[in-house]
T-cell receptor, first 113, second 111 residues
Framework: RKEVEQDPGPFNVPEGATVAFNCTYS??????FFWYRQDCRKEPKLLMS???SGNEDGRFTAQLNRASQYISLLIRDSKLSDSATYLC??????????????FGKGTKLSVKP | DAGVTQSPTHLIKTRGQQVTLRCSPK?????VSWYQQALGQGPQFIFQ???????QRGNFPDRFSGHQFPNYSSELNVNALLLGDSALYLC??????????FGDGTRLSIL
């Protein structure tokens, strides 16, 4: 079983749609959790950290369920510029600085006009 | 404030050759990590450097080695290149307990 598993893509949605990505992780020792986005042939960029209490940044909401080892990302009112691959990431250290960021394969999102 | 910078952007090598990739961390960051990203996959951790020492290593053979300099910049060296080493090589920098930020990467093609 892979350490981080994500929904297989691609997700093709119209502008304005709400889209949800799910992710599960296998190692209960994981301490910090993130969503990164990666545009085609570009580097991953930190979208947001994910906290146990859930957190929101504008149109983006992230949730963490430690008991189920489950992470989610909700995007409301999708924009064309949201088209990218979304990577679910876990780390054994707090804050995400410690070495081994473990990435899922990513889920590709295409937002259509 | 410059972000993480990597060089070169692209590189073409042949099997059996050796390659050195370079990374300058974001200003103020002291920790550098290297990742390999094959097409269609998420990045895979190679190793991390802190205080000029390899602090942690992923599941990569000894052909992959690195170095960190006193100014925190880093190099990734790969010896005896294989076709399977073709990938995007990403450098990330960070401070303790802060998220890692990535450079644009070096795209390495092995012929």
């Amino acid at each position: 079983r892979k350490e981080v598993e994500q929904d297989p893509g691609p997700f093709n949605v119209p502008e304005g749609a709400t889209v949800a990505f799910n992710c599960t992780y296998s190692n209960s020792a994981s301490q910090s959790f993130f969503w990164y986005r990666q545009d085609c042939r570009k580097e991953p960029k930190l979208l947001m950290s994910v906290y146990s209490s859930g957190n929101e940044d504008g149109r983006f909401t992230a949730q963490l369920n430690r008991a189920s080892q489950y992470i989610s990302l909700l995007i409301r009112d999708s924009k064309l510029s949201d088209s990218a691959t979304y990577l679910c990431v876990v780390n054994y250290g707090s804050g995400g600085s410690q070495g081994n960021l473990i990435f899922g394969k990513g889920t590709k999102l295409s937002v259509k006009p | 404030d410059a972000g993480v910078t990597q060089s070169p952007t692209h590189l073409i090598k042949t099997r059996g050759q050796q390659v050195t990739l370079r990374c300058s961390p974001k200003s103020g960051h002291d920790t550098v990590s290297w990742y390999q990203q094959a097409l269609g996959q998420g990045p895979q951790f190679i190793f991390q450097y802190y205080e000029e020492e390899e602090r942690q290593r992923g599941n990569f053979p000894d052909r992959f080695s690195g170095h960190q300099f006193p100014n925190y910049s880093s190099e990734l060296n790969v010896n005896a290149l294989l076709l399977g080493d073709s990938a995007l090589y990403l450098c990330a920098s960070s401070l303790v307990n802060q998220p890692q930020h990535f450079g644009d990467g070096t795209r390495l093609s092995i012929l």
